[in-house]
Nanobody, 127 residues
Framework: QVQLVASGGRLVQSGESLKLFCLDSERTFSNSAMGWFRQAPGKEREFVAAITWNGGNTLVADSVQGRFSISRDNIDNTVYLQMNSLEPGDMAIYYC????????????????????WGQGTQVTVSS
């Protein structure tokens, strides 16, 4: 059974840093692109960042460019989202996602193009 387990979300103060984790518990996606998305109440799901299967290429949304970064460790089967200088506008449920394509170097920011999703982790930023 495919399982992406997102964790690390919590309440932080504006300006603080936070690191999110996405565990591929069944070791299914070491050859897949992985991504992070977020969804705030009343808003559509928004792309945050993505990384190719080998970690060689990343794509980061303009809204978080320079503050957020994505990385992965295929030995630990974990994808990370490092978030710095958090702002109240970053408050959302953060979801990790995986692409079913094998060893693709294509990264997309379109939610419907991603095949598997984790359950989400809540990030709350107080001003």
């Amino acid at each position: 059974q495919v399982q992406l387990v997102a964790s690390g979300g919590r309440l932080v103060q504006s300006g603080e840093s936070l690191k999110l984790f996405c565990l591929d518990s069944e070791r299914t996606f070491s050859n897949s692109a992985m991504g992070w998305f977020r969804q705030a109440p009343g808003k559509e799901r928004e792309f945050v960042a993505a990384i190719t299967w080998n970690g060689g290429n990343t794509l980061v949304a303009d809204s978080v460019q320079g503050r957020f970064s994505i990385s992965r460790d295929n030995i630990d089967n974990t994808v990370y989202l490092q978030m710095n200088s958090l702002e109240p506008g970053d408050m959302a449920i953060y979801y990790c996602a995986a692409d079913a394509a094998w060893r693709s170097f294509y990264l997309t920011n379109t939610p419907s193009s991603w095949d598997y999703w984790g359950q989400g982790t809540q990030v709350t930023v107080s001003s």
